[in-house]
């Protein structure tokens, strides 16, 4: 009887997976890192950002008495009940109620190599030569297992460029090899994302390195989508889309989270049936959280030809912007909707986000926002033009931690400082 009371009370006692606080485990490293929602900074343990958790009993919470023990994380972090296999995500910002496309972590595979082949004779990054044996030899290349040997950002920066960089340099087989999927293109592009966006350390500089070249994998799908299927192509991967249709079709609608955008041209008087190419994604990756779309990558072309980079139509014209939305807690103000120009890699603080030149009228009844028609040409061949409905540019000081080490919204990093008591530390 004593027996059975003492081993009764040592169960009603115990600590639940996820009730230990991560400062708990300053002294032990590995078990901070391993716990599933903290990790170790080299000097304390610190909790995992929401979207980064993967303990789920670190976010749940209950009344008193409901027996629910109350997770490590729960103050500022609230469990996803209904999630799917596709992704890892367990956790979300307390108060959000849903997962947030822009922060989705697609399970990584573990097996192969970020920095070489995988077969009977593996051949290193850097050694692979262009050839249509090569290319398939270069889709066997993980991505997710970077970083090797160190779990640096310095170390991830070094291994994904090398991979970006055998992509770019393989462009010509990849457009033109009959054999070969778009999808190649568009995993590569959406793992380099959630990659740079994941890792903690990797910093303002690394980061605004390393974008051009995943946009120029991103456009270099959209080459091979062109030939791949001319009539029309879309996928959706959350935070990142791809879509391509010829100019024929006049308008291509592009979907985000609870809202579509829809580009048309009708008013393109154009002399070559080209395409219109669009990659988008989600703005939050870029600490942008008052984006009211995707950030929609206009990359109109007349020629699918075989290069690196698109030629854009610079005749391009006439083509107007409508948003709609299906979130029934959004209450729009049609004199406070904006349409903005995002260039990610602007080299002028001042213009990574610009405000564009139109008039947005809007429709309540039918959730619906519409610009008039932007009859601002593309300049040159080589200018990108990605666009975005929003309220305004943000602040740092409206920004989470999260948002705060990811914006580059305004050409520069937001300041991060852990001392604040509040959820909003950025400066």
């Keep these: 009887m004593i027996y ?37 900074d080299g000097t304390t343990c610190i909790g995992l950002s929401c979207y980064m958790v993967n303990e789920v009993a670190a976010c749940r919470s209950g009344p008193s008495g409901s027996g629910i023990p109350t997770g490590a994380l729960s103050s500022k972090c609230d469990s996803l009940e ?59 290349i993980n991505p997710w297992k970077s970083p090797e040997g160190s779990q640096s950002a310095a170390t991830l920066k070094t291994e994904l460029e090398a991979i970006l960089d055998r992509y770019i340099l393989f462009y010509q087989v990849l457009i033109d090899t009959t054999n070969s999927h778009p999808f190649y293109l568009e995993r590569t592009t959406y793992q380099a994302l959630q990659l740079i966006r994941d890792q903690v350390d990797f910093d303002y500089t690394m980061r605004k390195a390393i ?30 889309n791809f879509a391509s249709c010829p100019y ?50 206009l990359r109109p072309t007349t020629s699918v030809i075989t290069a690196d980079t698109i030629n854009l139509d610079t005749g391009f014209t006439g083509f107007y912007l409508e948003w709609t939305w299906t979130d029934t807690n959004l209450v ?3 004199k406070d909707i904006k349409l903005y120009q995002f260039d990610e890699s602007a080299a002028i603080a001042t213009d990574v986000v610009k405000q564009v030149t139109t008039t947005i009228t809007c429709t309540i009844a039918t959730k619906t926002c519409k610009t008039t028609v932007i009859t601002t040409p593309i300049t040159s061949a080589t200018t990108r033009i990605n666009y975005y409905f929003s309220y305004g540019p943000g602040k740092c000081v409206d920004k989470t931690e999260m948002q705060c080490k990811l914006s580059i919204e305004q050409g520069a990093p937001c300041t991060y400082t852990s001392s604040k008591t509040t959820d909003y530390k950025c400066s």
Aim: net charge neutral; hydrophobic share 40%.
């Design 332 to 334: 729009v103000v049609e």
């Design 4 to 40: 059975f009371f003492t081993l009764l009370l040592a169960i009603v006692s115990s600590v639940s997976v996820g009730e230990t606080a991560c400062t708990a485990f300053n002294a032990n490293a590995v078990d901070c890192n391993a716990s599933g929602y903290c990790r170790h």
């Design 211 to 240: 974008l051009p070249k995943i946009w120029q994998v991103a456009e270099i799908a959209l080459f091979r989508i062109a030939k791949f299927s001319p009539a029309y192509y879309q996928t959706n991967y959350y935070f990142l």
């Design 82 to 140: 209904q999630f799917s296999l596709q992704y890892d995500n367990v956790c979300v910002d307390k108060g959000d109620g849903k997962l947030n496309y822009a922060f989705v972590r697609f399970a990584k595979t573990t097996e192969g190599s970020a920095l070489q082949t995988t077969g009977t004779t593996p051949i290193l990054v850097g050694a692979l030569t262009a050839s249509e044996p090569n290319m398939f030899s270069l889709y066997t």
């Design 248 to 297: 024929s079709r006049r308008e291509l609608k592009i979907n985000g989270q609870l809202n579509t955008v829809r580009i048309d041209w009708i008013g393109y008087t154009y002399t070559a049936n080209g395409f219109m190419q669009v990659y988008s994604y989600a703005a939050e990756q870029f600490g942008i959280r008052n984006a009211l779309t995707d950030i929609i990558a």
